[in-house]
């Protein structure tokens, strides 16, 4: 009987390592496939971003690898992180871009392009509420990313019930072990969400606080985009400091 325990008990702690390790830092694109997907002629008129946004400093931070099931919440129109998670996760994974039901006219707008590139493995999601679902296929995703746009759903009606709303269906969207990955432009410390429709900018302390609220655990943070010059007092589309501003990455776990 106590073999059979042990036994059992063996295969449990196979079963959930096996579990965990579908994104847990252990199966992440290597360096030349990330580096393969930034030099796909296809996305030509993108690549000159690519050094700027850290974009392989980026994608090794959010673990995507062959097989991931990738949701790209609030793309924009140039599907930009879309494109590179395409060919990285293969024909064996899955993109979706997603855009809440109140960008649903840019999403349509957007999708004749996205069409012109014949990704296979993407498929254009917009939802039928402003917050992440796949319907049947939630609880299926290993991450969810989301680039400069975290702050904007604060914007929504609802202001910090809206981001909580968000982080509750991002929570529903990730299997057990998925990661949440939130990119944004940061604001000053202690300034809460006030900046977020003047500035477009959110405290980072805010958005961790607000997703550990939702029952995530945090993984970790990349410094990349972090820019100490920038004093957090301008408009990000400001031309004086435009594509330079102080950002933070960080990563978080749906707890298995």
């Given at each position: 009987?106590?073999?059979?325990?042990?036994?059992?008990?063996?295969?449990?702690?196979?079963?959930?390592?096996?579990?965990?390790?579908?994104?847990?830092?252990k199966h992440p694109a290597s360096a030349a496939q990330v580096a393969a997907a930034l030099a796909d002629p296809a996305r030509a008129d993108q690549a000159s971003d690519d050094a700027r946004r850290h974009a392989?400093?980026?994608?090794?931070f959010t673990g995507v690898g062959p097989g991931s099931?990738?949701?790209?919440?609030?793309?924009?129109?140039?599907?930009?992180?879309?494109?590179?998670f395409s060919p990285i996760v293969n024909e064996t994974g899955k993109v979706y871009p997603m855009?809440?039901?109140?960008?649903?006219?840019?999403a349509e707008k957007a999708a004749a392009a996205l069409d012109g590139w014949h990704l296979a493995n993407v498929t254009n999601t917009i939802t039928p509420a402003n917050v992440p679902t796949l319907g049947a296929a939630d609880g299926t995703i290993d991450i969810v990313y989301t680039n400069e746009n975290y702050h904007d759903i604060a914007n929504?009606?609802?202001?910090?019930?809206?981001?909580?709303?968000?982080?509750?269906?991002?929570?529903?969207v990730l299997k057990p072990g998925g990661v949440y990955v939130i990119v944004d432009h940061a604001d000053?410390?202690?300034?809460?969400?006030?900046?977020?429709?003047?500035?477009?900018?959110?405290?980072?302390?805010?958005v961790k606080a607000e997703v550990l609220k939702a029952g995530f655990t945090?993984?970790?943070?990349?410094?990349?985009?972090?820019?100490?010059?920038?004093?957090?007092?301008?408009?990000?589309f400001d031309p004086a400091i435009r594509g330079h501003t102080d950002q933070f990455a960080y990563k978080f776990r749906k707890p298995l």
């Open positions: 009987m106590k073999r059979m325990m042990l036994g059992m008990a063996a295969l449990c702690a196979i079963a959930i390592a096996g579990l965990a390790a579908a994104h847990d830092g392989a400093d980026i994608l090794a099931k990738v949701v790209d919440l609030l793309p924009g129109g140039r599907y930009y992180w879309t494109r590179m855009w809440p039901q109140v960008a649903a006219a840019r929504l009606p609802g202001g910090e019930a809206a981001l909580d709303a968000n982080n509750a269906a991002v929570f529903k000053a410390a202690g300034t809460g969400l006030t900046g977020t429709s003047t500035k477009h900018r959110i405290d980072p302390a805010v945090f993984a970790g943070e990349s410094k990349v985009l972090a820019n100490p010059a920038d004093d957090h007092s301008k408009n990000v």
